[in-house]
């Protein structure tokens, strides 16, 4: 649970995950992928994030790491959507913990 909490521990993530749970309202159609079936492009929400591709990928791949997000490639473009599955679990043992 550690690693979950260390990864939601920071703004960026916090955003990036509350914008995939309803990525039609807060992304532009993409020319590849679907944004609810094959998530959203890297290079999407790092122009929405305000910062360069590489410095994204360092949080995509936090959250992808801790479970939260799970990443899909399409061509060379990496997509990414939430895994509410896992987000479910993370929040049932934070309310068990508190």
């Known amino acids: 649970m550690l690693s979950e909490l260390r990864a939601v521990a920071s703004e960026p993530r916090l955003l990036i995950l509350h914008w995939l749970k309803d990525p039609v ?3 532009p159609p993409q020319v590849d992928g ?3 079936a094959d998530g959203v492009c890297g290079r999407s929400i790092a122009g929405k994030l305000g910062m360069t591709q ?6 995509l791949k936090i959250l992808e790491r801790a479970g939260l997000i799970r990443g899909k490639r399409i061509r060379q473009w990496v997509f990414y959507r939430r895994d509410e599955e896992r987000i479910a679990q ?7 913990e508190l």
């Open 25 to 27: 309202a807060h992304f």
């Open 34 to 36: 679907d944004l609810v």
């Open 54 to 59: 590489p410095s994204a990928t360092v949080h």
């Open 90 to 96: 993370l929040k049932r043992m934070i309310e068990g």
